[in-house]
């Protein structure tokens, strides 16, 4: 049928390779998903070696290509080991999601230096190192996407945004320096911005039913979102039908930030 060979022409991620860091949980891993089922061959990247295989094992039984990295990103060193071991399942990535993170919420008049530090060195150094050192390579081949997932809280201060605010709002400002770097060789750069999901990463939040019900008040969709929601917009950005979006923050959040 016409429109399903358009459809494939568009969206198929056939041939394509993709790295997905925070993987194996949430939303990195509703995206690795939706990218495996899309065509590309998969490497997700996280800590836990448990949840890493069971992903994995999960995409390979639906006859997706999936691979896995046990790494630690909040070194400089164990970014680095990560990068050339993920390059080494498939070959070089031309989709790199950056969707690891670590949220600490301590009040900001005990925000200690330990803390700020290790939420920087996850959620924006790494995304960083990656993009340096996969980035170029993507250019050089005249394609490549790159997706960062953000947060609210890197346009607004609520639920205690501390250090996590402000690495999310630092890695939409690192994206619109990608893009401006990259984006004329057929590299784009985006962001994904949640709402408030229900993910292990929001645990604490997701465990008060009031605050979860206050939460999806302030939606127009009427409820909070789930990981699965982000597989149509991440398809679409690391598409070809995004080939002319970059630099940009697309909301997923059911239009809580416009309510």
Excluded: C
């Amino acid at each position: 049928m016409i429109s399903q060979d358009y459809l494939s022409d568009l969206f198929s991620l056939d041939g394509r390779v993709a790295v997905v860091t925070g993987g194996s949980s949430g939303i990195g891993r509703a995206i690795a998903g939706a990218l495996a089922r899309a065509g590309a061959s998969v490497v997700a990247v996280a800590r836990g070696k448990e949840q890493l295989e069971a992903t994995v094992g999960e995409l390979t039984a639906e006859g997706g290509r999936a691979g896995w990295v046990a790494a630690d990103l909040g070194s400089r060193e164990g970014v680095r080991a990560a990068a050339e071991e993920a390059a080494g399942v498939f070959g070089e990535p031309d989709i790199l999601v950056n969707s690891a993170g670590i949220n600490l919420r301590p009040p900001m008049s005990e925000l200690g230096e330990d803390v700020w530090d290790t939420t920087m060195a996850v959620n924006l150094r790494a995304p960083f190192l990656l993009g340096q050192r996969f980035g170029p390579g993507m250019a050089e081949r005249g394609f490549g996407r790159i997706i960062h997932i953000t947060s609210q809280q890197a346009h607004r201060a609520f639920v205690q945004s501390g250090a996590y605010g402000v690495s999310k709002g630092a890695l939409e400002s690192l994206a619109r320096s990608q893009a401006e770097a990259w984006s004329p060789y057929g590299v784009t750069v985006n962001t994904l911005v949640p709402g408030f999901v229900m993910t292990p990463l929001n645990r604490r939040l997701s465990s008060d039913p009031d605050k979860v019900a206050a939460l999806a008040a302030r939606t127009m969709t009427g409820r909070n979102g789930l990981a699965e929601d982000f597989e149509g917009a991440a398809v679409f950005l690391a598409s070809r039908a995004s080939a002319y979006v970059t630099g940009q923050s697309l909301f997923v959040d059911g239009g809580l930030s416009v309510h």
